[in-house]
């Protein structure tokens, strides 16, 4: 009972010195835990944390059904991370405050907390010196990239509590040690499937490592009671990790959100020492080499032979997740200064393997397992260090000097702060309108930027909770994106009121002083601008929509218009909106069809009606099919090397009808002249396609 109490007096302790840590070592994020929340991915973040935290506790069914990229909104939270996990947090933070922000940069603060903790158990486990884990833990907690990510990417704590139990159950094959590493190993994958897959990736070689260096645990690991165990662990796993993951299987084909080589390729380092060496600093890489090639032992010299590798088995093994890990983040062609060599790297064929590793589009993540892997490896340095010094006193006096040097080393104070979006009782009044709005009401806000417009529309929704068109991910969804560009383009128009209608969107809600940004208007030519524009606006809505449209209100420079159900508003034209199978369909003159192209049609009424486009095949002859509504209405064969005009009469519906052309796509990789590794899959190239009544 006494050493129960000893350890968790000396846990406490620890916990408090990493929270001292943190207050320090992330200044001023402490003095703005309620007050200041950053735009783009941290606003977003937000959001996703507030949405996630609500509806686990309201609604856990729908939790993916998310309220952003109305209509398309199926699978709209698996656009990006749902940060499930964070929720063991997050629910009783939000229970208590009500308040997404402060809730959102509490859990950001506690992953340094975490980190460093978790850090501190697991090299003490293999160092059993207090001082030399505290260091690891600072290295980890603090390591210079996690300042300024989202907090997605912060969700590294559970890593070393997995690698912990893990390293138990070798040793032990007890069913609680493998249970509680699983554990560990769903809340990394819940908390972000980018921490993972570097869990997972992390677990793999650490398992390897082991197998590969220890005789006594290899054949503990195949024993009947260890396989038994073992597999039981991996299917809680699989279930529990299951009803979260087939949502995202769905909306990568629902939104065309699989990856490919392409973003690898364009974020992948390039083999620089000198740049990895600016990356985690010189004291990193010391204490590192000093932990991997210096035994703890202070008799055992240093002698590259088995007895050697078997006492450093530990650091070999971090060393070696480590350096996979620095190869992997080099993507999948070896760069040299920032010019690719077009040597492949192993990289490459790993993706070619699983190509679910491309869901880590940015290379330079991969640092995190590299940080992971050296901080264990400073713990052993720091402990072999210490180890050799005999005086206790000369022993602290080092191992606080370590501390300080290691504190130094973690050191980016002040850490820049964001400029804030409203927080708090300092939320635009428009947004608090809203929430008191009864029923089932969607909206959409004009302008939409991705960044500075959707991002912050994204955030301030969990003030009202509307379903939105407009939304925030990784992942652009063509559908709605492109009703956002029309409204923000044409409003007020027959096609977007007609299609406003259709879709059940009740509120318009435009922002005059962000389209005056949008276009350039310098400050001291605001209020004129806003006054023009609205009179303008206000001008067409009584001319032409006044009993479609009205003012639902005014918000100082925030406009609300509503839009009736009756009368009905038909469209001048058919209306095209693409949905998935395309490249830059939306956005660019050229588009391009994968292997299938899905479009939804809006027509005004029923009848006959007309299509044509003219395509060109991707390197080869193709055929290319069309079916409208599900009915096959034929197929064209189209030679390479020029435009093909295609035309085609058929029946729409009023309201929505579904356009799909099928082809055989083919890889850019495959096309000699391309000289590229890229697997992107095209099959034609359009440049006119419009349908018309006859």
């Known amino acids: 009972m006494n050493l129960n109490r000893k350890i968790i007096r000396e846990y406490v302790i620890i916990i408090v010195l990493y929270a001292l840590l943190t207050a320090i070592l992330t200044y001023p994020m402490i003095l703005h835990v309620s007050d200041t929340i950053g735009g783009g991915d941290e606003a977003f973040t937000c959001w996703s944390l507030t949405w996630t935290t609500k509806k686990v506790l309201e609604d856990p069914i729908n939790l993916f059904k998310a309220n952003i990229f109305y209509p398309a909104n199926e699978y709209s939270l698996a656009l990006s991370e749902h940060l499930t996990g964070w929720t063991i947090f997050s629910i009783p933070v939000y229970g208590i405050t009500h308040d997404p922000v402060f809730t959102h940069n509490f859990v950001r603060l506690l992953t340094f907390v975490l980190c460093g903790f978790g850090m501190y158990l697991l090299t003490y486990r293999y160092t059993q010196n207090r001082y030399a884990a505290f260091i690891a833990g600072i290295f980890f907690a603090f390591y210079g990239y996690r300042m300024a990510i989202q907090l997605h990417l912060l969700a590294m704590q559970w890593i070393p509590l997995m690698l912990l139990f893990l390293d138990k159950f070798f040793h032990s094959l007890k069913f609680r040690d493998i249970g509680a590493a699983s554990v560990f190993f769903i809340l990394s994958a819940l908390s972000s499937w980018y921490v993972g897959i570097f869990t997972t990736i992390i677990g793999v070689l650490f398992v390897l490592g082991y197998v590969i260096?220890?005789?006594?645990?290899?054949?503990?690991?195949i024993s009947k009671k260890a396989v038994v165990r073992i597999l039981i662990s991996l299917a809680f796993i699989i279930i529990t990790l299951t009803p979260f993951a087939l949502?995202?299987?769905?909306?990568s084909q629902h939104y065309d959100a699989e990856r490919d080589l392409d973003e690898p390729m364009n974020s992948s380092w390039s083999c620089d020492p000198i740049f990895l060496m600016n990356q985690f600093g010189v004291l990193f890489f010391i204490f590192s080499l000093v932990g991997l090639l210096l035994p703890l032992s202070r008799n055992t010299a240093l002698k590259p032979d088995w007895e050697f590798v078997r006492s450093q088995k530990i650091p070999i093994i971090f060393a070696g997740i480590g350096i996979i890990s620095y190869v992997l983040a080099l993507g999948p062609v070896l760069k040299i200064?920032?010019?690719?060599?077009?040597?492949?790297?192993?990289?490459?064929?790993?993706?070619?393997?699983?190509?679910?590793?491309?869901i880590i589009r940015d290379l330079s993540r991969f640092s995190f397992i590299m940080s992971l892997a050296g901080s264990v490896l400073i713990g052993f340095g720091v402990a072999a260090i210490l180890y050799r010094i005999k005086k206790d006193d000369l022993k602290t006096i080092v191992a606080i000097a370590c501390i300080i040097l290691a504190i130094i080393g973690s050191w980016h104070v002040p850490v820049q702060i964001p400029a804030s979006l409203a927080t708090g009782d300092q939320v635009p009044e428009v947004y608090r309108w809203l929430a008191e709005q009864p029923g089932d009401v969607k909206i959409i806000e004009i302008p939409t930027r991705w960044i500075e417009d959707n991002s912050e529309y994204t955030y301030y929704s969990v003030y009202h909770w509307k379903e939105m068109v407009n939304g925030y991910s990784g992942r652009d969804v063509e559908l709605a994106s492109k009703i956002m560009r029309d409204t923000g383009g044409y409003f007020p128009s027959d096609n977007i009121v007609s299609l406003l209608q259709h879709i059940g969107v009740k509120y318009v809600i435009?922002?005059?002083?962000?389209?005056?940004?949008?276009?350039?208007?310098?400050?001291?030519?605001?209020?004129?601008?806003?006054?023009?524009?609205?009179?303008?606006?206000?001008?067409?809505?009584?001319?032409?929509?006044?009993s479609t449209i009205r003012m639902a209100g005014s918000f100082g420079d925030t406009i609300v218009y509503e839009i009736l159900e009756t009368p009905e508003v038909l469209p001048e034209d058919v209306i095209l909106l693409f949905q998935n199978g395309w490249f830059g369909s939306n956005t660019f003159p050229e588009f391009y069809l994968k292997e299938e192209g899905k479009i939804k049609a809006y027509a005004g009424t029923t009848g006959e009606y007309e299509l044509y486009f003219m395509a060109e095949p991707i390197y080869t002859e193709k055929n290319l099919s069309l079916k409208i509504n599900g009915e096959?209405?034929?197929?064209?064969?189209?030679?390479?090397?020029?435009?093909t005009e295609g035309r085609s009469n058929f029946i729409l519906h009023k309201g929505m009808n579904e356009i799909t052309f099928t082809s055989t796509c083919t890889q850019l990789c495959d096309i000699p002249e391309m000289k590229t590794i890229s697997d992107k899959c095209m099959s034609f190239k359009f440049v006119n396609l419009t349908i018309f009544q006859p």
């Open 213 to 221: 260096l220890d005789l006594e645990v290899r054949n503990g690991l």
């Open 247 to 251: 949502p995202y299987f769905e909306a």
């Open 337 to 358: 200064n920032g010019v690719q060599t077009g040597i492949l790297t192993p990289y490459y064929f790993f993706y070619s393997i699983i190509p679910y590793i491309a």
């Open 510 to 546: 435009i922002h005059p002083d962000r389209i005056r940004i949008v276009e350039n208007i310098p400050d001291e030519q605001a209020e004129a601008f806003i006054s023009q524009y609205l009179s303008v606006l206000n001008q067409k809505i009584e001319q032409n929509y006044n």
């Open 632 to 643: 096959n209405l034929g197929t064209i064969t189209a030679p390479a090397g020029g435009l």
